[in-house]
């Protein structure tokens, strides 16, 4: 091929790529005009969350306006506190408006069920309960009604004047017991614990609950100041030296982040790589769930916008994780596998990780959209063919050479879901419970059985 050709061809596939980058940004390019609104009706409505309504369903449902021609397009107070009204005019005049409730994530699927809400914004994974209450509009844990919009880190936060840096699960739990009551008694100043923690309505406080009190089997103490505001948390917390709470990762504000470790784990700051990846003990997914039956014209493109390209890089402006894939370098270290450290030393690690529903070898709803995403960028970058390398993970439960069996079957079965999106991986490892994550419990088992990406 002559060197004119070559770059002809390349103009070629730029071009394509361009083309097809726009109709991922815009859904109305692949289908029909979405209807206009009746009257005095919005178009979308999204109740649940507070740490998804207060800034980031906003920032999407505005952007979303835009992807489609609209102007003018506003956030606007909707008259009650955590609500608001996202407004646009088309060309002709038209009205478009939208409606965020953020009164916490149990509110959400409230809506789903009484049909006062098209999506519901949750901070956690729906509960058992939920689940089998809204058994009548199908199942919620499907792939149609469970959409993972984004990772946010649980940051615990105290003032910048605690000279505290990390703390383990344990001791976080310790301190929102009361049983810990005297910041003197982990390193720090001679300064009583002082409490500040989400209300009950809140998916921060269920995650809270349930990432940090349930494991170890404890309770909140019943002095904690109480929140429905991640923002008004942050900035009291951060005013007060003895102060600590637990916000979302875009609502740490002038607050301090420590660095959290979690069994056997390092301690680790809630970083974008490392929450991205979810290796951050108190790293959680952010969610919307809708009905996965009957979803309007509206709700439907709405939710391939906010999967789009667009829609994830205003997650990440929004201040939480986006799902777009990076390479991030890693400093090899005496305590890895050899093969990790060859890995460290001469390859990329890539921001996602593979997991897995519970009890299964299926990749679970947010692993499924992730494969999509990851052949994107192997296909972008050029390393579909004998570039990447898989290394599966296990928990620490069990004979050592089964645990190592199944990670690298994990692997395998990864493989299997890119080799028919046409990459050839180069290699796969299967390290059993080497490099945990998280501890050896029931939802620290969850993470640790997982596969990651590395390139060359």
């Known amino acids: 091929m002559t060197a004119s050709a070559s770059g002809s061809t390349m103009r070629k596939r730029a071009l394509c790529l361009w083309v097809f980058g726009l109709l991922c940004a815009s859904p109305l390019a692949l289908g029909e005009p979405l209807a206009a609104p009746a009257a005095n009706s919005p178009v979308l409505r999204i109740q649940g969350s507070n740490t998804v309504g207060a800034k980031l369903a906003p920032m999407l449902l505005a952007g979303f306006f835009e992807a489609q021609g609209l102007n003018s397009v506003r956030v606007s107070p909707a008259g009650k506190e955590n609500e608001q009204r996202i407004s646009a005019v088309d060309s002709s005049g038209r009205t478009y408006h939208a409606l965020v409730a953020a009164h916490g994530t149990g509110t959400g699927f409230a809506g789903l069920k009484d049909g006062s809400s098209d999506l519901a914004a949750a901070s956690r994974p729906i509960k058992d309960s939920e689940h089998a209450s809204l058994a009548s509009l199908g199942d919620l844990r499907s792939a149609d009604a469970e959409q993972v919009i984004a990772i946010d880190g649980l940051a615990i936060i105290v003032s910048p004047d605690n000279p505290v840096s990390s703390l383990s699960v344990e001791q976080v739990a310790s301190l929102f017991t009361g049983e810990i009551r005297n910041w003197k008694a982990l390193g720090g100043k001679d300064v009583p614990v002082e409490l500040h923690a989400r209300d009950d309505q809140s998916g921060t406080y269920d995650t809270f609950k349930e990432l940090v009190l349930g494991v170890q089997g404890k309770t909140l103490a019943a002095d904690a100041a109480r929140y429905e505001s991640n923002d008004q948390l942050s900035q009291i917390v951060s005013s007060r030296p003895g102060a600590i709470g637990f916000v979302g990762l875009a609502s740490v504000g002038k607050a301090r982040a420590l660095a959290i470790a979690d069994g056997d784990s390092q301690p680790m700051l809630p970083s974008k790589a490392l929450v991205a990846t979810e290796d951050y003990p108190l790293s959680r997914r952010l969610f919307f769930y809708a009905n996965p039956v009957q979803q309007s014209q509206w709700t439907r493109t709405f939710l391939s916008f906010v999967h789009s390209a667009a829609g994830q890089a205003i997650v990440a402006k929004s201040g939480y994780i986006g799902q777009a894939i990076d390479a991030i370098s890693l400093s090899p270290s005496p305590d890895m596998p050899q093969p990790y450290q060859t890995l460290a030393t001469q ?28 052949i994107d960028y192997l296909q972008t970058t050029n390393k579909t063919m004998s570039a990447a390398v898989l290394v599966g993970f296990g928990d620490a439960r069990g004979d050592p050479a089964r645990t190592a069996l199944l990670s690298k079957l994990r692997a395998m079965a990864v493989r299997r879901e890119l080799a028919r999106g046409g990459v050839l991986v180069k290699e796969i490892n299967g390290l059993g419970d080497y490099l945990p994550v998280a501890s050896n419990t029931p939802s620290g088992r969850i993470k640790n059985r997982r596969v990651e990406v590395w390139v060359y």
């Open 347 to 374: 390859a990329k690690r890539l921001t996602v990780n593979f997991r897995f529903d519970e009890g299964s070898a299926r990749l679970d709803n947010k692993a499924q959209r992730d494969v999509e995403r990851l």
